[in-house]
């Protein structure tokens, strides 16, 4: 509203309080006095808030990312069996997505999300192992803020590269709190990071992300910012803290998975998920709270969405698939958003959007300059989110793809991986194949899967050339974990999911645990290992070689705690329990920049093993 719009109003008032005062003869000077004074105040208020209305002050932006949650996971979608008001209020409170879609799993969702393209056109490929990694020449959706003068915080599960710079604090990221695996084997107490230092987290951890996130906020109350909270559940193991549990484990449950075989439904994980999930719903109701508190939720944009499809078989709306899948179930997530300043409450966007839209949007209706030179697939919704007419193109389409399949989506329709063609506006079972009748979309939709596809098969290699920086010049932090490294000799994972797993029965001496390194900046650095080692295998020696340095170490202590997780699981789990590794430093070691092999190799064993290996740290070591 301009100035002089409220000039207008104020003009017409003060006639009509002029006449009202005339009529019953009271004191015209004191009033006239009175009445000049509290003009000249309404209009300061004004003008000041016009002002504030086009300072271009920046509104804050929070996106909270679940992981393995299904779009049937809130009370909002129907399901009767939990309750989910504070996310369903940030819906009511401003606009909820219909047909929103992600990847099928983890690290391509978090790769399009951050980078607006396509997760195949990143060097996405895989969710452990490297192939998670973002291609260092994309620029992220943290960069893009950044560089806008935004303070920038990611808390919780990264997922996109561990080593810097794939590190968040390498993707535009000044603060970092959370784990970089793309799963986590315990919620309560569990080792974290803290900008690549390896800490103790407090208690569960959605809540100790949310308690960070909420930290960096209020420091940062002052300045524009941008919060990307990544919790780690519902994705197993799954744990959540009594209180919630305590709901569900006795709970009947209304609500039926519909589609295919019911034989493989765990009820205790089941009702695990939704617990975790009203856990989750907590949290983002202190999230909204702590921006109430602070009198700064007004302009602050908060959304929220998931990374994929529900982790089981459960009610998901009677849609076809679930994690993993290219079906409408594993890749239809809720997307909820409020902006109170901008965005009307009871917005319902039927268009369909995608996780690759979500930087140029954000971008757009912040202000905010796109600075990534390449393409975005992504488009901007943010004109539908306003009452004006929006030509989107009906020929709008979104691929879903991961594992070398693809599925596309149009407005109306569902191409499946098989070929097949859905009407997915009157179907969302995808229980009737309608190709025959719509031959010329089936066509169309085809010519463009295959076109998907070759350009899949260009953009990936067939093997990641990529090694795993090391020993970067600009962060003092190296973690090579377990993950990411190959064996011989006989020695295997505690568990075939590697993500955090570590490396048991070493027995024979010719073993080794070697990674392809680069090694970033030349210097010394001070190696640490993690390890565990059985009483009696003690007096173990072994030495770390990274091309032709080597440095020895041995292991004088035997340390032997049990495996843990289990004491927490509601369910029993697929993935690796956990031990309690304990730190050894071995010694410093002078690198070269280049290429190498970095190779961990026994040299004596006194006793049956030489150890169990989680994790080895490189830090680099401060000239004096």
């Known amino acids: 509203m301009t100035l002089t719009i409220f000039q207008l109003k104020l003009s017409i008032k003060y006639r009509e309080l002029l006449i009202f005062f005339n009529s019953v003869k009271i004191n015209y000077k004191l009033i006239r006095i009175v009445l000049y004074m509290?003009?000249?105040?309404?209009?300061?208020?004004?003008?000041?808030?016009?002002?504030?209305?086009?300072?271009?002050?920046?509104?804050?932006?929070?996106?909270?990312?679940?992981?393995?949650?299904?779009?049937?996971?809130?009370?909002?979608?129907?399901?009767?069996?939990?309750?989910?008001?504070?996310?369903?209020?940030?819906?009511?409170?401003?606009?909820?997505?219909?047909?929103?879609?992600?990847?099928?799993?983890?690290?391509?969702?978090?790769?399009?999300?951050?980078?607006?393209?396509?997760?195949?056109?990143?060097?996405?490929?895989?969710?452990?192992?490297?192939?998670?990694?973002?291609?260092?020449?994309?620029?992220?959706?943290?960069?893009?803020?950044?560089?806008?003068?935004?303070?920038?915080?990611a808390f919780g599960k990264w997922h996109s590269g561990m080593q810097y710079p794939y590190h968040p604090n390498g993707r535009g990221f000044d603060e970092y709190y959370g784990f970089c695996s793309g799963h986590w084997g315990n919620y309560f107490n569990p080792v974290l990071e803290h900008n690549g230092r390896l800490v103790k987290g407090n208690g569960f951890c959605v809540d100790d992300f949310t308690e960070k996130a909420m930290t960096f906020i209020e420091s940062n109350k002052d300045n524009s910012f941008f919060v990307y909270l990544a919790y780690n559940t519902p994705h197993s193991p799954m744990q959540v803290p009594d209180k919630f549990w305590n709901k569900f484990k006795n709970k009947k449950l209304q609500m039926k998975h519909?589609?295919?075989?019911?034989?493989?439904?765990?009820?205790?994980?089941?009702?695990?998920?939704?617990?975790?999930?009203?856990?989750?719903?907590?949290?983002?109701?202190?999230?909204?709270?702590?921006?109430?508190?602070?009198?700064?939720?007004?302009?602050?944009?908060?959304?929220?969405?998931?990374?994929?499809?529900?982790?089981?078989?459960?009610?998901?709306?009677?849609?076809?698939?679930?994690?993993?899948?290219?079906?409408?179930?594993?890749?239809?997530?809720?997307?909820?958003?409020?902006?109170?300043?901008?965005?009307?409450?009871?917005?319902?966007?039927?268009?369909?959007?995608?996780?690759?839209?979500?930087?140029?949007?954000?971008?757009?209706?912040?202000g905010t300059p796109l600075i990534s030179k390449k393409p975005l697939d992504g488009v901007n919704f943010e004109g539908l989110?306003?009452?004006?007419?929006?030509?989107?193109?009906?020929?709008?389409?979104?691929?879903?793809?991961?594992?070398?399949?693809?599925s596309i989506r149009s407005q109306k329709f569902r191409l499946d991986e098989r070929g097949d063609l859905y009407d997915i506006e009157n179907d969302r079972g995808q229980q009737k194949v309608v190709s025959e009748e719509y031959p010329a979309v089936t066509v169309r939709l085809k010519a463009v899967m295959e076109d998907y596809k070759k350009q899949y098969y260009s953009e990936l290699p067939k093997e990641d050339p990529r090694p795993f920086v090391i020993c970067h010049k600009d962060f003092p932090y190296t973690q090579i974990p377990a993950r990411d490294g190959k064996v011989t000799g006989g020695i295997r994972r505690s568990n075939r999911w590697p993500n955090c797993s570590y490396f048991t029965n070493w027995i024979d001496l010719n073993g080794t645990i070697s990674f392809d390194v680069e090694v970033q900046s030349e210097g010394e650095y001070e190696v640490e290992i993690y390890y565990t080692c059985s009483k009696g295998s003690e007096g173990s020696t072994f030495e770390v070689r990274?091309?032709?340095?080597?440095?020895?170490?041995?292991?004088?202590?035997?340390?032997?705690?049990?495996?843990?997780?289990?004491?927490?699981?509601?369910?029993?789990?697929?993935?690796?329990?956990?031990?309690?590794?304990?730190?050894?430093?071995?010694?410093?070691?002078?690198?070269?920049?280049?290429?190498?092999?970095?190779?961990?190799?026994?040299?004596?064993?006194?006793?049956?093993?030489?150890?169990?290996f989680r994790l080895l740290m490189l830090k680099k070591v401060q000239s004096k």
Not at 98 to 116: D, H, K, M
Not at 385 to 405: F, G, M, P, Q
Request: include cysteine.
């Open 38 to 153: 509290n003009i000249f105040k309404f209009f300061i208020l004004c003008f000041s808030l016009v002002l504030t209305a086009y300072s271009g002050e920046k509104p804050n932006v929070i996106i909270i990312l679940t992981d393995d949650q299904g779009w049937g996971d809130l009370s909002l979608s129907g399901n009767k069996d939990l309750e989910t008001p504070n996310i369903d209020s940030i819906a009511k409170g401003g606009a909820q997505f219909i047909n929103f879609y992600v990847a099928p799993v983890c690290s391509p969702t978090r790769a399009e999300f951050l980078t607006g393209r396509y997760s195949f056109r990143c060097g996405v490929y895989s969710t452990s192992k490297g192939g998670e990694r973002i291609d260092l020449d994309e620029v992220t959706i943290a960069d893009t803020f950044k560089a806008a003068g935004y303070k920038t915080g």
């Open 258 to 366: 519909n589609t295919g075989s019911s034989k493989k439904i765990k009820p205790d994980f089941l009702k695990a998920a939704l617990a975790m999930c009203e856990n989750i719903d907590w949290n983002v109701g202190r999230i909204l709270k702590k921006l109430d508190d602070l009198g700064i939720a007004e302009n602050t944009i908060v959304l929220f969405f998931s990374d994929n499809g529900p982790n089981s078989k459960r009610w998901n709306g009677g849609m076809k698939g679930k994690k993993g899948s290219r079906d409408e179930g594993g890749v239809r997530s809720p997307l909820v958003m409020r902006w109170p300043a901008k965005i009307k409450a009871g917005i319902r966007v039927e268009k369909i959007t995608s996780a690759i839209d979500l930087l140029p949007s954000l971008a757009s209706m912040t």
């Open 385 to 406: 989110l306003t009452d004006k007419e929006v030509d989107w193109n009906d020929k709008r389409l979104v691929a879903n793809v991961w594992s070398k399949k693809f």
């Open 546 to 612: 990274v091309g032709s340095q080597a440095v020895k170490g041995v292991i004088s202590e035997a340390h032997d705690p049990p495996e843990t997780g289990m004491e927490h699981d509601r369910s029993v789990r697929m993935e690796s329990y956990v031990k309690d590794f304990k730190p050894l430093k071995v010694g410093v070691i002078k690198l070269s920049k280049g290429k190498a092999v970095l190779t961990l190799k026994a040299l004596t064993k006194p006793g049956t093993q030489v150890m169990d």
